[in-house]
């Protein structure tokens, strides 16, 4: 009789983890970044507070240098329902159906990084969240993520947008990055950054655009000797899986995943900010010259973004008075 009661225990046991294990939610995170990256250290924390907030049950089984693929191949998943996540930003979400997101990549956009979680925080971008969903498959799980003010690393002297007629750069193979570069009078090239390093060594390119943590990482300090810190862009990352996959989890895992990424998010945005000073220094220490715009000069910068932003409802796509409504969500 023991026997068949411990034989009992031991199968109701059996079928407990069976229950438990299949309750379990595991996602698949792919992502550009190596892990000696910040985003990439901020990905352990994040896969660390959400396994344990979830009690377990949800593991995210994280995949640095692309090796889960590239983030085209990993949003066709998502669109299919796989238990997938990546990291995307303004410019790449606009082609989903929601054009409004590349503000979020525009020259310019935001003075500061303040206005910008000002409007991160804001109804208006929290409907701008629910449209994607909707209309492009793709749910928004955070978006504190600093990926980097974007400066230009180049061969010769820029101080000014006077230095940047004739001026060949890469720039993100986006339509919003070529036209608003365009419109400065570069010689906009989309260009993978694998490609840019024997570019800009053989003169087919002048100039790369990045963030310095970004430049230093990719040893293009060894091409490119002169570093304008004119910040034309605060670029942040927006972290993405698909609604379908999205919709199949309970509210509460729902917003384990998000608050979760957005604490990790902090975590990266502290890293940032030291990598990108020790990326300085070590630009600086390899020979680059690195100048830093007066007041009156980058006052030339934002004026001379402003006529993509007249032009962009026609040429992006925009909601009309889009600059606007985002200037009162920030003054308020």
């Known amino acids: ?30 992502y550009e970044n190596a892990i000696t990256e910040p985003a990439a250290q901020a990905a352990e924390k994040w896969k660390e507070l959400v396994e344990e907030k979830s009690g377990g049950s949800i593991t995210l089984n994280l995949f640095p240098n692309s090796a889960l693929g590239k983030k085209n191949d990993l949003i066709d998943q998502m669109l299919l329902g796989e238990n997938v996540i990546t990291v995307a930003d303004g410019a790449f979400l606009a082609e989903y159906g929601v054009k409004d997101f590349g503000f979020f990549y525009a020259p310019y956009a935001f003075a500061s990084w303040d206005d910008e979680w000002k409007v991160i925080d804001s109804d208006w971008y929290a409907d701008l969240c629910d449209q994607l969903a909707t209309t492009g498959g793709l749910r928004v799980l955070s978006s504190n993520w600093i990926y980097g003010a974007r400066d230009i690393l180049s061969t010769k002297e820029i101080h000014t947008p006077a230095d940047l007629p004739g001026l060949k750069m890469r720039v993100s193979s986006n339509d919003l990055s070529t036209t608003s570069f365009s419109d400065l009078g570069v010689t906009a090239v989309g260009m993978d950054m694998s490609d840019v390093y024997q570019a800009m060594s053989g003169g087919t390119i002048d100039a790369v655009e990045n963030p310095i943590s970004s430049l230093y990482n990719r040893s293009f300090q060894e091409v490119g000797k002169y570093l304008v810190k004119n910040e034309h862009i605060l670029a942040t990352s927006m972290w993405i899986c698909g ?88 003054a308020q």
Not at 1 to 27: F, P, R
Not at 284 to 303: H, N
């Open 243 to 330: 609604e379908l996959f999205y919709s199949t989890l309970t509210e509460e895992q729902q917003q384990i995943l998000s608050e979760c990424a957005d604490e990790a998010g902090l975590v990266n945005n502290e890293l940032y900010d030291e990598a990108a000073a020790a990326a300085e220094q070590g630009m600086i220490d390899a020979g680059v010259v690195v100048y830093e715009p007066t007041e009156e000069e980058k006052a030339e910068w934002i004026s001379a973004a402003q006529p993509f932003f007249e032009s962009a409802t026609e040429t992006m796509g925009w909601t009309e008075g889009l600059y606007n409504s985002v200037q009162e969500i920030i």
């Open 1 to 30: 009789m023991k026997k068949v009661l411990l034989g009992a225990v031991a199968v109701a046991a059996m079928m407990s983890m069976s229950v438990s294990a299949a309750d379990t939610v595991e996602i698949n995170v792919g």
